[in-house]
Each structure stands twice: as C-alpha cells, then as structure tokens.
C-alpha cells in the first residue's frame, strides 16, 4: 500500500473512532454520500479534502501522519506461543497490560508490589515478545500497531474467559461509573446488522481513546472493562416451545 492510501486508512479509522460517517463527511465537504464513499474505497482524496476532513474531526494533517506512521512495522497480533507464556506468568501479563495503555515503567512500580529488578527482568521478556522495545534507563517505546488484537479464541482470550471476564460480569454495576444492559428482541436482519456495526464503531473509539488519553498520567485513569455483545440469541425457555 502506497504512503497516500496509507494515509487515507488511517484517516478511516479515525472516522470510525469518532463516530464521524460518511454522510457528514458529505455535508462538510458540500458532496453526495456516494462521491465520498467512492473516494475513500479508491483511496485517493486529494490534499485540500484530507485537510479538510481532518479540520472536520479536529485532528492536523501531521496529527494524522504521525498516526500513520506509529502503525508502520508494529505487531498486529502475537503467536499462539507467545500469548501462551504471557499467560502463564501473571506479573508478565500485569505489566504488558498496563504498558499497552500507556503506562510507564515508574508507574507501574507505584501503583504494584514490584522492584525494579524484578520489573527489568519483566520488560526484557517483553521486548523479547516484541510487545515493546526496551531502552536504556527502562524507557519502552511500545511496537503493537494502532489495530492490535489478541489472537481470538487464543490462549489471551481464553483466560479472559475462564477467569476476568466472569469476575467482571459479576461484579457491582451499581457505581456511577457503571452501566448494565442486557436486552432481547425480535429485529429484522439489516437493523442487527446496523447495531453490529455501532458497535463495531464503539469498539473503535474505545481503543482511539486509550491512544489518545496518554496525556494524563495513569493515578488520573482508571482500569475499565466494557463488554460488547450482538448475536441471534433464543433463551432455552423460549425454544423448547418451537415447531419442529
């Protein structure tokens, strides 16, 4: 992929972050919906539109190329291998978390029972799993790309499964902080394909966020869990009664 449709990319993810759609991308640049769709599949807008849609979500054009080039070489998913010793050794697993939403290295050693040498020895680990590149002074540069994701159904995800998920979802959702829904219903497919999609786009502005919030230092966040869930779902109660 050439460096113009590279940029183009990026820019679409951050539409999608933004919750931003094509039809207001339209109006902003005063062209149909399906003119900008064309442009975007063709990857080629033009520099003055570039800039102007990046004036429409507020982010410069060098913003938006240093995004580009922060995706450029990284890690989009590990071996089945590598996940499988993160796994394994819960300090490991502790500390790559927290790198990957942008903590730092001192950070960390505030906020968790561990000393430096034992979170040396941690970080080379990781530069070793390609998470991260170790620097002098125990400095981390992370090398995951922007869309980095576990392998699914992967050792990661398993345990997420077996153990943090559960204890998520039986957690106190009472907090001001938190909120619950579990709703059923009847719906045609095209608005079940639309809700996939929101929250496809959700999701997306929920790992833009964590990108973006680096700014803040991490006693100013907190750990937040978010579980995003569509699927054809009829409850046993239900299906016992169908026709055969």
Known sequence: MDESKQLVATLKRQLRARRVTYRQV????GLSEASVKRMFSKGDLGLRRLESICR?????LGELVQLMESGRNRVARLS???ERELVADPRLMLVAYCLLNHWLPEEILEEYDLDRHALTRLLVRLDRLALIELLPGD??????APDFRWIPGGPVERSLRDSVYQEFLGGDFSGPLAERRFLIG????????RLRAGIEALAEEFHASVQNETRQPARARQHVGMSL?????ELG?????RRQ
């Open 26 to 29: 339209a109006d902003h640049l």
């Open 237 to 241: 109660l239900f299906a016992q009664f």
């Open 186 to 193: 009847s719906l045609p497919a095209s608005i079940i394909e």
């Open 80 to 82: 089945e291998a590598q």
């Open 229 to 233: 869930m569509i699927r054809p779902c």
């Open 139 to 144: 400095r981390v540069r992370l090398r995951v």
């Open 56 to 60: 429409l979500i507020e982010l410069s």
